[in-house]
């Protein structure tokens, strides 16, 4: 019976082109994306379209191997549109790590025997890798994520500069009051609500109630109060619809009008 290869002998046959300093940078860009899903993971957000990395660190990996310079290229362009996509990550509920750490074995198990083999596995080297490489991925999401749940009601840091969806039909309506505006939920469902502030401004407001505490949910047909000054001419509010599936949807509510101060210089086509 043949001996294994050693593992000098291994990469001299799967490998014969990767100089070192390849194997360096695609060493760093692998722990780039770690660091990337952990930085996610402790806002609560999962990988999506980021998991294109995968198989994009896997193309840029046998580009060598295969002396196929156009795998450097399709694997270049995965990592890109896996780091630059917007829906790149979504928030969810908090993930499972048995289900990384299985795959994470695997990759390991697999990569193991590929070692052993007397012969050259390049399909079995691609699958054990992207195994290692979502399993790790999956593991560093599951472990830094936050204590609180981020789809929960009460999220007053919650980033207003993450992705949402303004809904063609508004969930909320405004009315302006002699000294604010109320905020309504018109909708049929309660929606969480993260934070609101006046149009044209950079803030990130606690929505209250005429009592003056913290509002963090609004039920069907509830409303709240906005001080909003004769000056201001518009609101942006931040919420959340909890979804069937049970994960949390970011929402946008937009309303512009003119201020009262400024009505005079109002022109009507």
């Known amino acids: 019976m043949p001996d294994a290869l050693s593992l000098q002998d291994f ?37 999506r379209a980021a998991w294109w990395s995968v198989p994009g660190l896997v193309f840029m990996l046998f580009a060598p191997i295969l002396e196929q310079p156009t795998f450097f290229g399709v694997g270049a362009f995965m990592l890109l549109f896996a780091e630059f996509w917007p829906g790149a990550y979504r928030r969810a509920q908090r993930p499972g790590w048995w289900w990384p ?53 009460a999220l007053p840091g919650w980033p207003r500069w993450m ?13 302006l009051t002699g000294n604010g505006a109320e905020l309504r939920n018109v909708s049929a469902s309660p929606l969480n609500i993260s934070g609101w502030s006046p149009a044209r401004m950079n803030g990130w407001l606690t929505v209250r109630n005429t009592h003056g505490e913290p509002v963090h949910t609004l039920a069907a047909g509830e409303s709240a109060w906005l001080p909003i000054g004769e000056h201001i001419s518009g609101v942006r509010v931040w919420y959340q619809v909890n979804e069937s599936r049970g994960e949390a949807q970011a929402r946008l509510f937009r309303a512009d009008w003119t201020p009262a101060a400024r009505q005079q210089e109002r022109v009507l086509n």
């Open 101 to 153: 750490a299985l795959g994470a074995l695997l990759g390991t198990a697999l990569l193991v025997s590929v070692m052993h083999s007397t012969q050259s596995q390049r399909p079995a080297l691609a699958a054990s890798l992207a195994l290692l490489l979502s399993g790790v991925a999956g593991l560093v999401s599951a472990l830094t994520w936050p204590r609180s749940q981020p789809g929960s009601a």
């Open 11 to 47: 990469f001299s046959l799967t490998a014969p082109r990767i100089t070192p300093l390849y194997a360096l940078t695609l060493l760093l860009l692998t722990l780039y994306w770690w660091r990337r899903v952990a930085r996610e993971g402790r806002e609560g957000r999962v990988p």
């Open 163 to 175: 992705n949402v969806t303004v809904p063609e039909w508004p969930d909320l309506s405004v009315t």
